[in-house]
């Protein structure tokens, strides 16, 4: 069992750090005060490959693995977890769906360019009565015939989209039916922005992230061509299942990267920062909280990076996904949060980036599924039962 980051990985987490330095870390306090997204950044990343990481080569990616992904979401959110959210929700639930379900037509229409960074990408699944319980979708798509198989007619929206108003292909869910249970048929179609009935509605003010855009979507009597329904009728939740289980190791890396950056913060403020003549770093009621949050974070990082790597070797990640999804956000909660105690009064105010970083942690106990969630997909499959 070799732990050690191969020569690849280590060449790309060195590569993002300079970059991140150098080009991002000196933008961030702009962007954040403006609530702007940051357009320039991101249309730097695709040239460098790092919004198709884990996609082949031919579906326009740079044939990395998921590893690789997982170490550029952490390394990204440990500096702007703003653009960490982005690059995530981009990667895994714009260019997923397209990655598991799309047919080589639109594979090369959509995925290619997503993957290349020259389009960004959205996924559309939350809706305002239908969050955990994304089964409850409402949004319809009613099938009307014609030439080339007719089309969709989709009415409905859909709320706390990541990248909303900045994607150029979105990937959206919508009922098309009712099986014989009475439950919902939930299919997937591709939508183009310019898509005629479709628009993009009120973009949320947000606890943190504030430099990511996350907004409403409506369709209002919205044609989308039959070509563009995503994998067979009545697939979408299996796809949105799947790709659920890849976004959680997505979280959990951004959710690491956050706390990494909470603990690189307290480390350096708690060996300079002088009280009763020595570092305060020096007292036990400190030190025990680094301690803490160095112990946790090394133990979230082994457990996103072994998530990963199980989906890396083509053998079944979803409990791993699930726990490490679940562990590093709380450690972020936590890590975040004893930040700003040990950096007292001053990790109140904005100079010291720490309350930054507690604000965007909360995120990564909700988005992909809530806390309460993942306990509940753990248990079921420890458990190996399922209550109705």
Same mark, same amino acid.
């Not at 050690?4 to 750090?17: A, N, Q, W």
């Not at 990790?347 to 970083?357: A, D, H, L, N, S």
């Given at each position: 069992?070799?732990?050690?980051?191969?020569?690849?990985?280590?060449?790309?987490?060195?590569?993002?750090?300079?970059?991140l330095a150098n080009e991002v870390a000196?933008?961030?306090?702009?962007?954040?005060?403006?609530?702007?997204?940051?357009?320039e950044v991101v249309s730097k990343?695709?040239?460098?490959?790092?919004?198709?990481?884990? !996609?082949?080569?031919?579906?326009?990616? %740079?044939?990395?693995?998921?590893? %690789?992904?997982a170490i550029a979401v952490e390394e990204i959110s440990r500096v702007w977890g703003s653009l960490g959210i982005i690059v995530a929700a981009h990667t895994s639930l714009?260019?997923?769906?397209?990655?598991? %379900?799309?047919?080589?037509? @639109?594979?090369?229409?959509?995925?290619?360019?997503? *993957?290349?960074?020259?389009?960004?990408? #959205?996924?559309?699944?939350?809706?305002?009565? *239908?969050?955990?319980?994304?089964?409850?979708? &409402?949004?319809? %798509?009613?099938? @009307?015939?014609?030439?080339?198989?007719?089309?969709?007619?989709? +009415?409905?929206?859909?709320?706390?989209i990541t990248n909303a108003g900045q994607a150029g292909t979105y990937v959206v869910t919508a009922r098309t039916?009712?099986?014989?249970?009475?439950? #919902?048929? /939930?299919? *997937?179609?591709?939508?183009? *922005?310019d898509t005629p009935g479709f628009k993009v509605g009120r973009l949320e003010e947000k606890m943190g992230l504030h430099a990511s855009a996350t907004g409403e979507l409506f369709f209002e009597d919205c044609c989308?061509?039959? +070509? @563009?329904?995503?994998?067979? &009728?009545?697939?979408?939740? &299996?796809?949105?299942? @799947?790709?659920l289980d890849g976004g959680r190791i997505s979280i959990g890396a951004m959710a690491l990267g956050l706390a990494q950056a909470a603990l690189d913060a307290s480390t350096i403020y708690a060996r300079e920062r002088r009280q009763f003549g020595r570092p305060i770093g020096s007292f036990q009621g400190v030190a025990f909280m680094v301690a803490d949050m160095a112990t946790d974070v090394e133990a979230a990082r082994q457990m996103v990076y072994r998530a990963a790597w199980l989906k890396d070797q083509g053998r079944d990640y979803g409990l791993a996904a699930a726990q490490a999804k679940l562990f590093a956000s709380e450690v972020s909660k936590r890590a975040t949060n004893d930040a700003i105690q040990v950096h007292g009064g001053y990790?109140? /105010?904005?100079?010291?980036?720490?309350? &930054? !970083?507690l604000r965007d942690a909360k995120l990564t106990e909700l988005g992909e599924g809530t806390s309460q969630i993942q306990r509940l997909v753990i248990g079921r499959k420890v458990l190996d039962l399922r209550v109705v």
């Open positions: 069992m070799d732990l050690d980051l191969s020569p690849e990985h280590s060449l790309l987490r060195d590569t993002l750090r300079d970059f000196p933008v961030i306090d702009e962007h954040e005060r403006a609530r702007r997204f940051p357009t990343l695709g040239p460098m490959g790092l919004l198709g990481i884990p !996609y082949p080569e031919e579906e326009g990616g %740079a044939g990395l693995d998921t590893l %690789a992904y714009g260019c997923g769906p397209l990655h598991v %379900a799309g047919t080589p037509e @639109q594979k090369e229409r959509y995925l290619v360019p997503m *993957a290349q960074g020259k389009v960004i990408g #959205a996924y559309g699944l939350t809706e305002p009565e *239908a969050g955990s319980d994304s089964g409850g979708t &409402r949004t319809t %798509a009613t099938h @009307q015939g014609g030439p080339d198989g007719g089309v969709w007619i989709l +009415n409905g929206g859909k709320r706390f039916g009712t099986r014989e249970d009475g439950s #919902a048929e /939930i299919s *997937a179609f591709i939508l183009d *922005a989308v061509p039959a +070509n @563009q329904m995503l994998g067979p &009728r009545g697939g979408g939740w &299996r796809t949105f299942l @799947q790709i990790g109140y /105010i904005e100079e010291y980036k720490v309350e &930054r !970083y």
